[in-house]
């Protein structure tokens, strides 16, 4: 997986992409932990069921999730990128530098072991928000609509990646 540098808003011959690629600029699909070996969905779901034992429900289970997912994205980025829970401020932001917005979703069901769970990025770009959701077109989008295949109930994180000399 490389950085692809003409990645753009215009661009929309990236249908294999996601929204993790998107944001961080990737050529494909992107999924926290894969660039080191770490995409596991049977891990997720394990986790999500210690989690829920534990007594984590609801907002709670996708913080939880969240925070295990920042975890494969330092990982997998190291140094280009730094994590807040604070929106970044514009003018503080180097020039090449772009903001991601980030958050998880996850439910377990009253009844059975089963759990719905996704993760979703958007990114800062040319003066405004953007997404792109699965194999869809890349499209504008604002920091208040988190819906999804599922609805993102985490809190928001963000991202700063920065993007000068990416190769």
């Given amino acids: 997986m490389?950085?692809?540098k003409g990645?753009?808003?215009?661009?929309?011959?990236?249908?294999?992409?996601?929204?993790?690629?998107?944001?961080?600029?990737?050529?494909?699909?992107y999924h926290p932990g894969c660039?080191?070996?770490?995409?596991?969905?049977?891990?997720?779901?394990?986790?999500?069921?210690?989690?829920?034992?534990?007594?984590?429900m609801g907002d709670e289970l996708a913080d939880k999730l969240a925070d295990f997912y920042l975890g494969l994205i330092k990982n997998d980025f190291g140094d280009r990128i730094v994590i807040s829970?604070?929106?970044?401020?514009q003018e503080y932001l180097k020039e090449n530098d772009e903001v991601i917005a980030f958050r998880a979703g996850a439910y377990d069901y009253e009844f059975g072991d089963e759990f719905?769970?996704?993760?979703?990025?958007?990114?800062?770009?040319?003066?405004?928000?953007?997404?792109?959701?699965?194999?869809?077109?890349?499209r504008p989008t604002s920091l208040d609509d988190w819906t999804g295949s599922i609805y993102y109930n985490s809190q928001t994180f963000y991202i700063i990646h920065h993007c000068e000399n990416l190769t």
């Avoid at 990645?7 to 699909?29: I, P, Q, R, T, V």
């Avoid at 719905?116 to 890349?138: A, L, P, Q």
């Fill in 7 to 29: 990645f753009s808003f215009w661009n929309e011959d990236h249908k294999e992409c996601n929204c993790g690629s998107y944001a961080f600029n990737l050529d494909e699909w």
């Fill in 85 to 89: 829970i604070y929106e970044p401020i």
């Fill in 116 to 138: 719905d769970y996704d993760f979703h990025f958007k990114v800062y770009r040319h003066g405004n928000w953007f997404e792109k959701r699965g194999c869809e077109s890349i």
């Fill in 35 to 56: 660039l080191h070996g770490d995409d596991d969905d049977d891990y997720i779901i394990d986790n999500l069921e210690y989690w829920s034992e534990e007594g984590y």
């Fill in 2 to 4: 490389k950085y692809n």
